[in-house]
């Protein structure tokens, strides 16, 4: 069955940095375009990151640009992302989404907060 398993959530002061983990089964994963989405309370789910089947091209949404960097080890069939100078305004939770497949992962929640 086709499973998106995220991991790597947690509670982290402003400033810091997390790595959030996708692990991916059940479908070609080199073939397909792999999402993150997040979701704070009360809001709607936003695209934070996308990334073509090989990892040669990327896009990072403007909210986000210069701090998140998405990745993917197709050996691994693993897609990451890595958060930087992380603001509460990123508090939320992440979800991995596999295009067209398509499939969602449970989510992870990432808390901003000092």
């Known amino acids: 069955q086709v499973q998106l398993v995220e991991s790597g959530g947690g509670l982290v002061q402003p400033g810091g940095s997390l790595r959030l983990s996708c692990a991916a089964s059940?479908?070609?994963?080199?073939?397909?375009?792999m999402r993150w989405y997040r979701q704070a309370s009360g809001n709607e789910r936003e695209l934070v990151a996308s990334i073509e089947s090989t990892g040669s091209s990327t896009y990072i949404a403007d909210s986000v640009k210069g701090r998140f960097t998405i990745s993917r080890d197709n050996a691994k069939n693993m897609v990451y992302l890595q958060m930087n100078s992380l603001k509460p305004e990123d508090t939320a939770v992440y979800y991995c989404?596999?295009?067209?497949?398509?499939?969602w992962g449970q989510g992870t929640q990432v808390t901003v907060s000092s």
């Open positions: 989404y596999a295009v067209l497949v398509p499939s």
């Open positions: 059940g479908f070609t994963f080199s073939g397909a375009w």
